[in-house]
């Protein structure tokens, strides 16, 4: 049999014209070569090179037989390197599920980076509600989720990716609106007005949460709108809303935002990446890997366990 090794030998004394030349530059004794392609030429029963004092030229037999060799030479290099790359996840595919805007913020600016560094990674993006990004993470259609909040659902690990401010969005002809920092008992009595999809669900708990005390229960209207259109309403006067950081990124005619604070802070709303404890995929590794390393984050190997979902500790 033939061996891949051999083949080498084979080339580098085709490409050298001499035997003795292609062992130096393979870092071989001359012999050894001598023998190995002598090994090839016993196995096909035909002479491959002239050989000479002047060197080894490839004979009629041997052109033809070398071009094979190039081919299947670089055909098992090109394989083995697709391998190694699908193994450590530089190629392959990852379908990232999301429940917020990607139009700007941390996920719009991961996602790019993690494609420009891995260009041979496709990647694909899915915009649902929660339901259906849990659903997509049970049934391995989506390699990962990002939602806000926390999650607890059987098979799922976690780990928190980022966070980002909670602003209010006012009308700009508002009472609040000439106000550089707004707390939340600034906000009580106000008519809010959230998308159904998004962070509104997440934000609807925390108005409740926070406004809780004031006396006064919120009035809040979900409804089943993108975040242009309910910021569209807004302008008109008649609600506000509060939304994460990333609408900041664009200009809405009628629109002021304001960082909420309380305890003499910003008001923070964390996301988190979630993904099916089975799913094996390199690539998400290693998009788990650079989240890590872009917000310095705790590493994900060895996280405890519970309830069928991992939470990683929260830097």
């Not at 190039?70 to 193994?87: G, I, K, P, Y």
């Not at 009035?219 to 302008?235: A, G």
Request: net charge neutral; hydrophobic share 40%; glycine share 8%.
């Amino acid at each position: 049999m033939i061996e891949l090794k051999q083949l080498r030998y084979l080339l580098a004394a085709a490409d050298a014209g001499s035997f003795s030349r292609a062992a130096r530059l393979l870092n071989i004794k001359q012999a050894t070569l001598s023998r190995q392609i002598g090994h090839i030429e016993k196995r096909l029963g035909m002479h491959l090179f002239d050989r000479s004092l002047r060197g080894a030229k490839l004979t009629e037999h041997g052109e033809f037989y070398i071009r094979s060799v190039e081919r299947l030479v670089t055909e098992f290099d090109e394989l083995n390197s697709w391998v190694r790359a699908t193994c450590c996840g530089t190629t392959g595919h990852l379908t990232v599920g999301f429940h917020t805007s990607f139009s700007a913020g941390n996920l719009r600016a991961t996602v790019t980076e993690f494609g420009d560094k891995h260009p041979d990674v496709k990647m694909r993006g899915v915009e649902r509600e929660r339901k259906r990004l849990l659903g997509g993470l049970e049934n391995r259609t989506l390699d990962l989720a990002v939602m806000a909040g926390e999650i607890f659902y059987a098979g799922l690990r976690a780990r928190p990716f980022w966070s980002e401010r909670i602003l209010v969005a006012l009308p700009e002809q508002h009472d609040l609106a000439v106000r550089e920092r707004i707390t939340w008992p600034d906000l009580a009595g106000e008519h809010f007005l959230l998308a159904a999809h998004e962070t509104g669900p997440e934000n609807a708990q925390i108005l409740y949460g926070k406004l809780a005390n004031s006396g006064v229960r919120p009035t809040i209207d979900v409804e089943e709108i993108c975040r242009d259109s309910l910021l569209s309403v807004v302008s008109l006067g008649k609600h506000i809303s509060i939304v994460t950081e990333t609408a900041v990124g664009f200009h809405y005619p009628g629109i002021i935002f304001r960082e909420i604070h309380e305890n003499g802070g910003q008001v923070w709303l964390g996301f988190s990446g979630y993904w099916h404890e089975e799913n094996d995929n390199p690539v998400l590794k290693r998009f788990l890997d650079f989240v890590e390393a872009r917000y310095s984050l705790p590493p994900v190997n060895g996280c405890p366990r519970s309830r069928g979902f991992t939470r990683d500790a929260q830097t």
